[in-house]
T-cell receptor, first 114, second 113 residues
């Protein structure tokens, strides 16, 4: 089934550890995004990529990094996890960043930092 | 900065009722507005996308309207069913804020049999 695949689905991580959340899409979408969803704060954009080879910072980028080596993959890395990064992380994609194309979301990764 | 508000935050209705969910945004300069559904512990499923030049979109029992000048959108659900129980999120794509989809806080809907 075409769409966005995130891995892992959930993870408990010790503070200070490094972790990479994986995101793969098979729709050949140019634009990809990482959001975090927190109770009371809604969904907030962490990083985005308009096309392979480019990335940009969203609303809450600190403590996170991304790369976009190809069209399909957009991994999110926490270099040294902290408890405030406990959240549900969603990867999304859209055909283009321009003019209001529809965004599609993955099923999420539930991350707990202890 | 664009802000998106959804009212009410929670809604409980008996099965069969028609209902309206509201979404308001502070800056009318948007490319589009998108309504999503989120089931507990799941991802977001796109329901309807309204471009800034459109007034409404329909899909089955769902109808979304957009009044860009007043900064409002409504999601109308006809003949609600227990399977419609979920959180409904609206998001706008601002015309002058790069790639940020800005989300509202959602409306948690419960349809009772």
């Amino acid at each position: 089934i075409a769409g966005i695949t995130q891995a892992p689905t959930s993870q408990i991580l010790a503070a200070g550890r490094r972790m990479t959340l994986r995101c793969t899409q098979d729709m050949r979408h140019n634009a990809m995004y990482w959001y975090r969803q927190d109770l009371g704060l809604g969904l907030r954009l962490i990083h985005y990529s308009n096309t392979a080879g480019t990335t940009g910072k969203g609303e809450v980028p600190d403590g996170y990094s991304v790369s976009r080596a190809n069209t399909d993959d957009f991994p999110l890395t926490l270099a040294s996890a902290v408890p405030s990064q406990t959240s549900v992380y969603f990867c999304a994609s859209a055909p283009s960043e321009a003019f209001g194309t529809e965004a599609f979301f993955g099923q999420g990764t539930r991350l707990t930092v202890v | 900065k664009q802000e998106v508000t959804q009212i009410p935050a929670a809604l409980s209705v008996p099965e069969g009722e028609n209902l309206v969910l509201n979404c308001s945004f502070t800056d009318s300069a948007i490319y589009n507005l998108q309504w999503f559904r989120q089931d507990p512990g799941k991802g977001l499923t796109s329901l309807l996308l309204i471009q800034s030049s459109q007034r409404e979109q329909t899909s089955g029992r769902l109808n979304a309207s957009l009044d860009k000048s007043s900064g409002r959108s409504t999601l109308y659900i006809a003949a609600s069913q227990p399977g419609d129980s979920a959180t409904y999120l609206c998001a706008v794509r601002p015309a002058n804020a790069g790639n940020m989809l800005t989300f509202g806080g959602g409306t948690r809907l419960m349809v009772k049999p």
